[in-house]
Structures are given as C-alpha cells and as structure tokens.
C-alpha cells in the first residue's frame, strides 16, 4: 500500500534550512470566562522585523473571518525578557522591530466563545481548539516544526490527530500548515478508540446528548473501511473523529487528521436525526482525500491572510457531498430507500431554487467567499454543494451509460489523487485531461454545457438510465399557492422568500412584507392553510403592510402540490438500467432485491 501522509508533503512545500522549533503554549486558568493566554516562542531572527499573524479565515470554511477580534494584551519580548517595539498594520498582522538577531516571545490572551465557528471555544468543560483562531504565525518560520503544550484543568483529556509531544498535553507538527489543519478537543470527555485495517482511529465525544456510542463506532468502523471504494489508498495512518453535542450549534468542519462534527445534543436520537450525523462523517471522511490530499489550484498552499479563489469548489465540495450516499450504501450503512429519499431532497431544492438558472457551477465556486444567503441568493444564485452533487451525479451517469460501465466518475477521483496530490493543486484542464485519457473522448463540450454555464438537468432522462423515476405521489392533493414562503410574526404572516418569476413576485411582493388578508379574510398561522379555500388559477387580492402602511395587489394563484416530488424504483425497469445501477450504486436495483 502507498503510504502518503498529506503533511510531511505540505511540509515539503517551499521547503527551507531548517531552524528550530515555533513553540506554543496555551494556558486555561478561566475557562468559564473563556479566557486562555498564549505564548509563541518563534526561533531567532537577523530580520529588522517580523510580521506575526494570526488567519482570517480556517480550513473547510471559505469565508472571512474575524477571528483575531479575541486578541488582547498583545506582548513582545527579546531573549532576555526586554519588551521589543511592535505596531499592529492589518486587523490580523502585528510588526515587530528587532534591532539585532534575537528570538522573539509574543504573548497575548484570546477570548474564545464562538462554538459554531469551530475555530475557537472556551468553557468550564472544555476548548475546542483550531490554530487558526488561537495561535498566530510569521511566514518566516511557516515551514518550521511546531510544539504545542496545554496547561488545562487536571480532569481535561486532550485529543488531536497530531501526535503527542513530551506529555498527554502536548502535541507537534511538521509545520504550522499542519498545525492549523488538527485541532484539538481537551476537556470532559468520552474517548473511543479503535483499528481497523491497520490504521488507528478514534472518537472523542463532548457533552451530553441522545446519541448511541456504540452504534456510532459500528457505523465508523464500517464507514473507514470503504476508501477504497473510491481510492487506491489512504493518506493517514490514524484519524480521529470528534464530536460535539451541543445547545444549538451544528456543522462539521474536515481536516488533515481528523474531523469536528456538531450537533444539537437531541439531534442524533431518531433514524433520520442518526443519518444526518452519519452523513456528515461520511462527507468529512471523503475529505480526508478530496481537498485534505488533493485540492483545486488557488487553495494550494493555502493563503490564511486573504481569500483563496477556484472555479472547481463545486468538485471540492459537491462531489464530496455526492460520494456520501455511495459509501454509506456500500457498506449497508444506509439503504437504497433511504438514499432515494437523500437524492429526492436534493433534486427538489434544485429545482426550488431560481438561482440554478442564472449562475453556474463555476461562477458559485469562486464566488463561494462572498455568496451569501437569503431570499436574493436563492434567486440568484446556487451553490457548490447543491450543485456540485446534481453535477457529479450528471458526470457519474454519462461515464457510465457511454463506456458500458467500463469508467465511472469514482475513476477520476482516484486519478485526481494519483497525479495531482500536493502540494499541487489541480487545474480544469487537468480535470478535462484525465475523462480524455479514461474515455477517449474530449469532455470540453460537456464542460461548457453544464458547469461554465448554468446546467439544464433533465432528471427523468438522467434517472431512468439507472431505472429510477422523479414522480409525485399518488395522493398528493393539489394547492393554490403565490410562490413564495413565510415566518409567522405574531397576528401577520411576513415573506421570507418570494420566488423571482413567481405569482407573488410578478405582483410586485418582496421579503418583509406582512400579510395581512387575502381576499379580505385575515391570514391564518400559515400561508398553506390560509390559501386552503382557493384553487390554482384564481385571481385574488393580497392586503400587506410595508413600512407600517397598508397596501394592496391583485395576482393569479399558482399550483403546488402538498407533497414534493420522491425518487423511487421504476418497477419495469429493465435488465440493461438494473445492470447499470448497480454499477452506478455498488449494490443490486431495488426490483432485484424484491426479486430475490
């Protein structure tokens, strides 16, 4: 087997003499104030000055952030403990003047309360811990190894994909890029480990909640056996899995080593609250190779100080997001029903959101830094998970149908490993090279037609090649609507969507208007309920207030219907769509089974 450790080849990026050891220090003495103070011993420098910084954004999270807003007490001191003159230039950046070659101390205190972040956490159970909003760098010594040592509460457990240094509190890295892609979990904790294959895992669990640990390590230990489902070999030899049960926050975050998942504490109990989470492990476990060992030009090496532009997001993210369901079906974690009923909410957000015809694949990816959210972003605009998974079950598809299952999109990832592994990052033209080089056919108009422009996916052709059907319910019950949605605010009912072409928005409706009445009776709790007594097709008058004066217009109901559309089996499904959905999927066609 090929053993690749992602960090000793990011370590070897720009690669320099080495010097010494950037050695940190965390301490936690007020952990209910989310306090710590940190200490960066960086080795000694001739430069009449030094740029410290601490990131502006952190891995698995394209966005800018403000995480050097905690900073306080900022200090800077020479070998013998004399204060050294410093200036803060940047919002993230401070110089330090040395006057002759020294080794620079800084010292400063963070304030660590920003759970959902995933960057950085204090309290009196715990931190959670990401270099990227606790410890800062210099570009000088970047590439030099890194020690990290916490003073925390006696009852505190520290976890980390890094190994540990001279005590179960202290860990080292390669690098600083290492560094800032393994966080660490310390606090009250449970802790699980386990090996399977050969490679070491573990799974620390924060907080209480309705979570079952052992049908969660089951679910892993299958789970990290299917990488080679996809790739030829994996790029770590021990992983860990941390988790936190929360009071609200939720998300998860994929690094180097490990990964960080959140969950509200009684979000884990039900079939379908357990698949979300098993999902997002699934996803953060795809990582470890798609962005974690190979990545899109632009993010390679990562820029922590600015924004780091790719037009191939999509594939970072979407794709991963599509490979979730084939190795959570492949190792029976999920079953085919339950994956056409993943598969059928994506397709029905797709085809809800009006912005899938205005921007492309790879417009959403390198606009991923700056798309926002809201009622104008789902008009406008997609994104490169959505989007990104619709494609790369569109890719999968074609490859298989054309080469008679002889090439699949799982293929062209494990290529996109082989050749392109970092430091590197991979290109469109690379991406264009390899289905050249699987298939023998140019993919370039493909490229255009679906990801440089909006794609136009035409899923009841795309499904039945693998013998499924996008079909409504039989006892679905037709609607009136006036496409859009809203929140209850008290005795209105305010918009909080209003779809772009739409019978609200041709009226001339928008987010934060209050409906009042339609056709003169007061609204009800809800929009569906209060558009119960009209049909598709009828013309109505919509009472509103906006800016605390009341207005009215007139527009045609449009139809909707009370339950979405499902993706299930075609029961005439014939031997050549069975055959390829089981070299789509990995296991047998539905009919098959019912067969059997």
């Known amino acids: 087997m090929k053993k690749r450790l992602v960090l000793s080849m990011l370590a070897a990026c720009c690669a320099a003499p080495a010097l010494a050891d950037v050695n940190y220090s965390l301490s936690i003495t007020q952990p209910q104030h989310h306090l710590g103070n940190v200490s960066v011993e960086f080795p000694k420098s001739a430069q009449s000055h030094i740029d410290v910084k601490l990131p502006a954004w952190r891995t698995g999270r394209y966005e800018i952030l403000n995480l050097a807003n905690g900073v ?12 050294l003159k410093w200036e803060k230039i940047n919002h993230s950046t401070w110089r330090v003047h040395l006057a002759e070659p020294t080794h620079v101390n800084i010292d400063y205190q963070v304030y660590a309360n920003e759970l959902g972040k995933r960057a950085r956490h204090i309290d009196d159970s715990h931190a959670f811990i990401d270099a990227s909003g606790f410890f800062m760098f210099s570009e000088s010594f970047r590439q030099e190894p ?30 600083y890029d290492v560094l800032v892609d393994s966080p660490i979990e310390t606090g009250i904790n449970k802790l699980h480990k386990f090996e399977v294959d050969g490679r070491q895992y573990e799974l620390v669990i924060w907080g209480e909640g309705n979570y079952d640990e052992q049908l969660m390590l089951t679910d892993l230990k299958k789970l990290v056996t299917t990488g080679n489902v996809i790739w030829n070999s994996y790029p770590y030899e021990r992983y860990v899995f941390m ?98 009923k993943v598969m059928s909410k ?3 957000r797709h085809l809800q959101t009006p912005g899938r015809e205005v921007q492309s694949a790879s417009e959403t990816s390198f606009d991923k830094w700056i798309n926002q959210g809201g009622d104008h972003a789902r008009n ?55 289905l050249k080089e699987l298939t023998g056919e140019d993919y370039t108009t493909w490229w255009h037609d679906n990801v440089s422009t909006p794609a ?73 309920s209060s558009l119960e007594v ?19 217009t007139t527009l045609v109901l449009s139809q909707d219907y009370d339950k979405p559309k499902k993706v299930v089996a075609d029961k005439n499904a014939t031997l050549s769509q069975r055959a390829l959905f089981k070299a789509w999927m990995g296991v047998e066609h539905p009919i098959n089974v019912q067969a059997d």
């Open 72 to 83: 306080r007490y900022f200090a800077a001191t020479d070998d013998n403990g004399n204060a």
């Open 146 to 175: 890194v020690t990290v040592d916490l003073k925390v509460p006696k009852a505190w457990r520290s976890v980390s994909g890094m190994e540990n240094a001279s005590n179960k509190h202290s860990f080292k890295a390669a690098d």
């Open 243 to 340: 988790v936190h049960a929360t009071s609200g926050a939720g998300g998860a975050t994929e690094h180097l080593n490990s990964t960080i998942i959140q969950r509200p504490r009684n979000r884990f109990g039900s079939r379908e609250d357990y698949l979300g989470f098993i999902s997002t492990a699934a996803h953060e476990f795809i990582h470890t190779w798609n962005v974690k060992a190979y990545r899109p030009k632009g993010l390679a090496p990562y820029d922590y100080t600015n924004m780091n532009y790719s037009n191939l997001l999509w594939i970072s993210e979407g794709s991963t997001s599509y490979f979730e369901d084939h190795l959570l079906v492949r190792s029976g974690i999920e079953t085919t029903d339950e994956f056409f």
């Open 346 to 348: 994506t397709i029905n």
């Open 380 to 434: 406008y605009s997609t994104n490169i998970y959505l989007e990104g998974s619709l494609l790369s079950m569109l890719l999968d598809i074609h490859l298989l149908e054309t080469t008679q299952a002889k090439v699949n999109y799982r293929q062209v990832h494990n290529a996109l490993y082989n050749k392109h592994t970092l430091p590197q990052g991979f290109t469109e033209q690379d991406v264009l090279a390899i």
């Open 456 to 528: 136009n996916i035409d899923f009841d052709a795309l499904l039945g090649k693998v013998g499924l059907k996008l079909t409504r319910p039989e006892r679905a019950k037709p609607l009136a609507s006036i496409d859009a949605t809203a929140k209850n605010s008290g005795e209105l009912l305010t918009l909080t969507h209003v779809r772009r072409g739409g019978a609200a928005w041709q009226a001339g409706l928008t987010t934060d208007d209050k409906i009042v009445a339609v056709n003169k009776q007061h609204v009800g709790k809800d929009l569906k």
């Open 534 to 552: 009209f049909k598709a097709g009828e013309k109505v008058t919509i009472d509103f207030i906006r800016r605390d004066a009341l207005q009215s």
